[in-house]
């Protein structure tokens, strides 16, 4: 940064490079750490940040690495992560991280080096039209044209992320206009004419739910991701508590109400609690509260709450009436919206209040029978480590330590989920809509940078894992105590539970060990256990431990949550387990699978099982 005298007085003006007010942009978003891998089109950009103290430039090992870090910093502060890569293989390493911020409405800026003005749309070395293949998974994308802009852009895009429905932003900076030099004007305001993000509170629409609560027999609140992105939590534990409603949630919004508390239902959906799919199903009224009616939850959409009036509140208008046709449409920010039905609930008189509770009990009797009829329960085979014990393990020694547990995707995904208990939001961070593989690791990264003294757990796949493993070395460098627990059952789990739904057992490039050695579920046999993790994060300077016998899993958890330093767990785990319950995709509660109904060694068909008598929940 140099000063120019600009005046007979010898009034001195800053000039900065592009790069460097760039950097000096961030610092007034607030960003105080950025996730960041360097190229030929980006160094101008990593030259800025090294002279700037305020901002904790992380090296991921990989831009995919780095940009589902920036996400799960987003996931648990509310707050944009902040990405940046450099032009062509770069920025395209960004893209699923970008999609997955999408689908998952999480706050995220990821900036992209691009190739000098003058070669653009001239197939010059590195260069991709980050701009267009962006925008179809960006809430915004922007190019910049011209320096003096960068001031003005950078502020928009923090405000786009993070404002209405968050999600992902893309800047798009050329390496001429990193290096111009200008007098940045950070004055210049925000130009976003067509961007209404926060809608009125419709008050007058939201006090016609209140009769809706009075009369209704059998209410069920179905709670979102926009809950937490929506920082209602409170909001929600209070409108359920004086209205006396069970609450479900969708996996993305798991922790924005009390799952310990008696009116959570857990989450529903295809691998939910029964009980849950059960009362949202068999309910009345469902008041949907920042969801989206995904396939995942609503199965056959149809007949998706077939008897019930439908309430359904967003922020985001593209969402009402998408997926789902509902009697209420309102859009309006759910912690306004909740708040108004709050205060109007609170006018009633007590009379009321009591009348509409004590009509809840006959249907909190029926759920609590569904509740001991049907929990999350799991089949404890000798000589096995099932999964489930492993996350119920966790769960005890851990909870007191109100941890932030990160997950890839697969069968551990699920099991986390379903056996760990959130009592907060923001504590899980999970790909959700995007379900991408190799997401736990990096962005438990991003959790532990943005909680530097909270217990982080990343609950991985072995399939999961590796594919972002290089981030142990990012791990290790920064100093970061993330504990990792591998569910290694040297397959692809989730698809091989597929491929014995479908298609007969019939396992097609799921296995991940060496074909040419003979599976052993109990793992009795190291030699055949590839990869070797132990071995692997060694070379990374990661402790590992593996862990083969049920009886040493207590110990071998403990010595990991007590270590001072990053620390992996690699449990052996059986590779036929399926996650239940069950919905088949594209139909109906009353089609849950509760037991496992393929793979028996009998040479039962998959496909015959599924359409006979499949257990019901009802």
Request: include cysteine; hydrophobic fraction near 40%; proline fraction near 7%.
């Amino acid at each position: 940064m140099s000063e120019i005298d600009v005046s007979s007085n010898c009034l001195a003006e800053k000039q900065m490079t592009g790069a460097e007010v760039l950097v000096s942009c961030l610092v007034r978003e607030g960003v105080d750490v950025v996730f960041a891998y360097p190229g030929g089109a980006s160094l101008p950009i990593h030259q800025a940040l090294s002279r700037e103290s305020r901002i904790r430039t992380v090296l991921p090992r990989h831009e995919q690495g780095g940009s589902f870090a920036a996400e799960g910093y987003g996931r648990v502060t509310g707050k944009p992560g902040v990405c940046i890569s450099t032009s062509g293989p770069g920025a395209t390493n960004m893209i699923t991280a970008i999609a997955d911020a999408y689908l998952d409405s999480t706050p995220l800026v990821a900036i992209t080096a691009q190739v000098m003005t003058g070669l653009i749309g001239r197939g010059a070395f590195q260069e991709t039209d980050v701009f267009g293949m962006t925008a179809p998974i960006v809430k915004h994308s922007y190019l910049v044209t011209d320096p003096n802009d960068i001031p003005r852009i950078v502020k928009e895009a923090f405000y786009i992320a993070r404002t209405g429905r968050p999600g992902p932003v893309v800047i798009d900076m050329p390496k001429d206009c990193q290096e111009a030099l200008i007098v940045p004007d950070f004055t210049r305001p925000m130009d976003l004419p067509g961007y209404h993000p926060i809608p009125l509170c419709p008050e007058k629409k939201l006090e016609k739910i209140i009769p809706l609560l009075l009369k209704a027999e059998r209410p069920v609140i179905y709670a979102g991701g926009g809950i937490i992105s929506g920082n209602a939590s409170d909001e929600l534990r209070e409108f359920a508590q004086l209205a006396r409603i069970p609450v479900a949630t969708t996996l993305m919004g798991i922790g924005a109400y009390p799952e310990t508390d008696e009116l959570s239902l857990r989450w529903l959906g295809m691998h939910g609690a029964v009980y849950a799919n059960n009362a949202v199903n068999e309910a009345d009224l469902v008041i949907a509260l920042g969801a989206r009616f995904d396939d995942r939850v609503t199965g056959c959409v149809a007949e998706f709450c077939p008897n019930a009036t439908i309430v359904h509140i967003d922020i985001d208008a593209c969402e009402i009436n998408k997926n789902k046709t509902v009697q209420f449409p309102i859009r309006s920010d759910v912690k306004q919206a909740l708040g108004v039905l709050i205060n109007s609930l609170k006018k009633l008189s007590p009379e009321q209040l009591k009348e509409m509770a004590e009509s809840r009990l006959p249907w909190l009797e029926i759920i609590a029978h569904w509740k001991s009829e049907c929990p999350f329960q799991y089949q404890d085979r000798p000589g096995l480590i099932a999964p489930q014990y492993v996350i119920e393990e966790l769960y005890r020694q851990s909870a007191a330590q109100d941890p932030i547990i990160c997950t890839g995707v697969g069968q551990h995904q699920m099991f986390a989920a379903q056996f760990f208990k959130f009592d907060k939001p923001r504590h899980l961070a999970t790909s959700g809509g995007l379900g991408s593989m190799g997401y736990g690791l990096p962005a438990s990264m991003g959790a532990q940078i943005a909680n530097p003294d909270k217990l982080v757990i990343n609950i991985d796949g072995d399939g999961s894992f590796l594919m972002n493993v290089q981030e142990l070395a990012t791990i290790h460098i920064e100093r970061l105590p993330i504990k990792c627990i591998i569910f290694n059952n040297q397959h692809l789990g989730m698809v091989v539970q597929w491929e014995d739904l479908k298609y007969d057992s019939n396992h097609a490039q799921s296995f991940l060990a060496d074909p040419q050695v003979a599976y052993d579920p109990s793992h009795k046999t190291p030699e055949a256990i590839y990869p070797d993790f132990p071995v692997i994060c060694r070379g990374f300077g990661v402790e590992c431990e593996r862990v083969v016998d049920k009886a040493d899993l207590p110990a071998a958890i403990k010595r990991m949550l007590e270590a001072p330093g990053p620390y992996v767990l690699d449990v052996m785990v059986p590779g036929d387990v399926h996650v239940l319950p069950m919905i088949p995709g594209g139909m109906s509660y009353k089609d849950v699978i509760l037991e496992r109904i393929a793979g028996d060694g009998n040479g039962k068909k998959a496909s015959e099982v599924l359409g006979s008598d499949i257990p019901t929940a009802l």
